[in-house]
Nanobody, 125 residues
């Protein structure tokens, strides 16, 4: 099982980016798949997730109304569309997936057994 994250970059405040998480060796349709982010000196923070095979998404309060999740099942890829970016969104973003996470624990880094490499998002003021 491998997750490949891409799409990070440098943008100005108010700009947009779209991150991609491509899965191989498993289907993103049946697994809980989403994103965490991390800044230096801190643990990984929950951002957004598709829970299992449903279309329901869960987002952190800090990104609601600005970030959205979507997926392309044919490409086995989950996307994080990030709009109205703020300097506080600057972080390394990690794609994560789990076959076993339960709803009450989707916000925990330790609930996910699969991780992609990080992709840097930098928002300049």
């Amino acid at each position: 099982v491998q997750l490949q994250a891409s799409g990070g970059g440098l943008v100005r405040t108010g700009g947009s980016l779209r991150l991609s998480c491509a899965a191989s060796g498993r289907s993103s349709r049946t697994s809980t798949t989403g994103w965490f982010r991390q800044v230096p000196g801190k643990g990984r923070e929950f951002v957004a997730v598709f829970f299992r095979s449903g279309s329901t998404t869960y987002l952190a309060d800090s990104v609601k109304g600005r970030f959205t999740l979507s997926r392309d099942n044919a490409k086995n890829t989950v996307y994080l569309q990030m709009n109205s970016l703020k300097p506080e969104d600057t972080a390394v973003y990690y794609c994560a997936a789990s076959e076993r996470v339960i709803l009450s624990t989707i916000y925990r880094e330790s609930s996910y057994e699969y991780w992609g490499q990080g992709t840097q998002v930098t928002v300049s003021s």
